[in-house]
């Protein structure tokens, strides 16, 4: 006969009957937990501090079920990732999944779902705007918890106490032990929840202190510096191996020579800032993350005058448009990660406060700037699934994501691997994604040369094909064929040195293309009966202010898709490929405002575009909601700078 205690445990969903075991019926343990948390399939399995094994009601633990791809047994693979992370780092899982009952515009996935990897395809994260409504929840959450050493919890952080990172270093159980976690209440949840987003620790009624800047060196010792001294020394030996490849073409290419020459740091301009003023570098790899950075610049040049704005980047094609974008400002290129050549960057540069944009981080490049008082910051931080995972084998040794004093991730899931990284959460904020705050909104207004030889005939329906990748010209050639052949189509390659392939290519399928150069430079007449290919770089902003529907390349092969945002806030519908795990988001919220179709393959995109060419109503209702969805979620810029504000140009003792 059990006594008080038992009872007590077994009323709390506790003792250890409760646990869900191979088998047993999933009403049974239900109907043994909280009223709060019963009908979750994300409830915390309070015997070992792990979520159920089930990824959602119903799903059986064995037989054939199982094998037809239904989640099996396992540690929990089939669940949603950011439920995993939610309940490690102390937030309420369900919050992030869509299951908790106080949410109830999310949606859980239903019985017998696939599972593809390590996440459940029925995660479904809330879109911001239904997130604010129900949770009183705004863009720029702190994941961060309480100050190390005392101070009020920020919104879904921990306690000093309860910092399982900070339990592991003191010789506890930490994150990945094996006793319980003390689940939050349902009162304990509410309140983590009503806290607003946006709104700092001192603000919501707390005293903790914003984290100072990193300025020192947080790994030095014999060990970290012979993991970067054989960093350094692959390094070497691989430009020492391609040095007859790249000296060869340095010969023969004055452009990849220019290259080579900035990348060795040769050029790079000596001296303090004009004026003694404070310097910022800004480093985007290549076109898109420059473009990103707009709102970013706009905002410091608005607000402090007194910055020197310096741009770095990767690339020719990033090099060539942040030219064109900022031609008063310094354009840079990132050195080699090598440490003598980081260094001499750095000394040569001389920023007080280095902004990646994304995840462009180099191991010696965070060292270097640590050494030399220079606090780094992330903004527009995204990671994917296999970076993430290629990260969590190597983040003990390198890149040490502990060197970084701020992440401004885009969206919650990203903050949260951010976290796992960092092995903390306290310099961690949600500020939203830049790059909608660097789209210009409506209608754009092309220069009239391009509208010239682009557009033949205002009759004329006006197909955009924008950053196409390999196989994909001639698949959007024959759909053109096929659904509107009378419409003028307008190629645009990611990369415009595949232009001489791309000619030959659709020169041999009978559909021989004009150059945009040719065009600008000869006398030759504009041919609407055959494609136009864009082969220069910077203009497919205004070439999507000619089209009538636009296709955005890299998704119909694995490339990952590229950005659907950029047309859509120019008010053109969308189609896209199902290759797009790199814009995911992006995507997802093109589709639920009812901006963008996804096509399979060619003969898809066919009926598409024979179904869109038809229905002009329709291409402009997609216009509309296209522009809509991307006007909401601006604001990133501003929140960002915020916290670049309170976190890095502020220094300790000021």
């Known amino acids: 006969m059990e006594g008080p205690p038992a009872r007590a445990r077994r009323a709390q969903g506790g003792h250890r009957s409760a646990r869900l075991r191979p088998g047993r019926s999933e009403s049974r343990v239900q109907a043994r937990r909280p009223d709060a948390l019963r009908g979750s399939p994300l409830s915390v399995d309070r015997g070992r501090g792990r979520e159920p094994r089930h990824a959602h009601p119903g799903a059986p633990t064995r037989g054939p079920a199982r094998r037809r791809g239904r989640p099996s047994r396992g540690r929990g693979r089939c669940r949603p990732r950011a439920a995993r992370h939610g309940q490690r780092f102390g937030h309420d899982a369900a919050a992030y999944t869509g299951a908790s009952p106080r949410l109830p515009g999310a949606r859980a996935p239903g019985p017998g779902a696939p599972c593809h990897g390590r996440a459940h395809p029925g995660f479904q994260r809330l879109r911001r705007h239904e997130a604010a409504e129900v949770a009183g929840r705004l ?31 003191q010789g506890g159980v930490g994150v990945r032990g094996r006793r319980s976690q003390r689940p939050l209440s349902v009162r304990e949840r509410q309140e983590v929840q009503e806290v607003p987003r946006g709104v700092s620790a001192n603000a919501a009624g707390g005293s903790a202190a914003v984290p100072p800047p990193i300025v020192v060196d947080p790994n030095p010792g014999l060990v970290r510096s012979a993991i970067h001294l054989a960093y350094d020394v692959l390094w070497l030996v691989a430009i020492v191996l391609a040095s007859p490849w790249w000296g060869g073409r340095s010969i023969i290419d004055r452009d990849f020579r220019r290259n080579v020459a900035r990348r060795l740091t040769f050029g790079l301009p000596a001296g303090a800032p004009r004026g003694g003023r404070r310097r910022i570098l800004i480093h985007g790899v290549s076109v898109g993350e420059v473009k990103a950075t707009a709102g970013l610049v706009d905002a410091l040049r608005a607000d402090h005058a007194e910055l020197e704005i310096v741009i770095c980047t990767s690339t020719n094609t990033g090099e060539e448009l942040a030219r064109k974008l900022y031609p008063d400002l310094l354009v840079v290129r990132l050195p080699v990660d090598v440490s003598f050549l980081v260094a001499r960057f750095l000394r040569r540069i001389r920023p007080d406060c280095a902004v990646l944009v994304e995840l462009e981080i180099w191991p010696n490049l965070l060292r270097q700037a640590n050494r030399r008082g220079i606090p780094v910051a992330v903004v527009n931080g995204r990671i994917t699934n296999s970076s993430f995972g290629r990260y969590l084998v190597f983040r003990s040794a390198l890149p040490q994501f502990n060197r970084i004093s701020l992440f401004c991730a885009q969206s919650e899931q990203y903050a949260l691997r951010f976290a796992e990284l960092a092995h903390s959460s306290h310099r961690i904020v949600v ?38 990748h390999e196989k994909e010209e001639r698949w959007v050639v024959g759909a053109w064929r096929a659904g509107a052949p009378g419409a003028r189509l307008i190629i645009v390659p990611r990369h415009p040195v595949r232009t001489r392939d791309i000619v030959r290519e659709l020169t041999a399928l009978g559909a021989p293309p004009q150059l945009l150069t040719t065009l600008r430079e000869t006398s030759e007449a504009p041919d609407p009966d055959r494609p136009l290919i864009i082969d220069t770089i910077g203009e497919l902003e205004q070439v999507y202010g000619l089209a009538d529907l636009v296709f955005v390349g890299g998704s119909l092969v694995p490339h990952g898709g590229q950005n659907v945002l950029e047309p859509a806030a120019l008010g053109r519908p969308v189609l896209h490929g199902p290759h797009m795990q790199n814009f995911r988001e992006e995507a997802a919220l093109l589709a639920e405002a009812g901006a963008s179709r996804c096509v399979e393959n060619e003969r898809e995109l066919a009926d598409a575009i024979r179904a869109l060419a038809a229905r002009p109503e329709e291409r402009e209702t997609m216009a509309r909601a296209g522009v809509a969805a991307v006007t909401a979620h601006k604001g990133a810029s501003a929140l960002t700078l915020r916290a670049l504000e309170a976190r890095c140009f502020a220094r300790p003792g000021a």
Not at 148 to 168: L, Q, V
């Open 139 to 169: 863009p720029g959450a702190e994941i961060g918890g309480r100050a190390r050493g005392g101070g009020s919890t920020r919104a879904g952080g921990w306690s000093g106490a309860d910092d399982p990172y900070r339990a592991r270093e």
């Open 431 to 468: 500020t939203g994604n830049l790059k909608y705050d660097g789209f210009a909104t409506g209608p754009a207004d092309p220069a009239d040369d391009l509208r010239r030889v682009a557009v033949v005939g205002a009759e004329r329906l006006v197909i955009v094909a924008g950053s196409t």
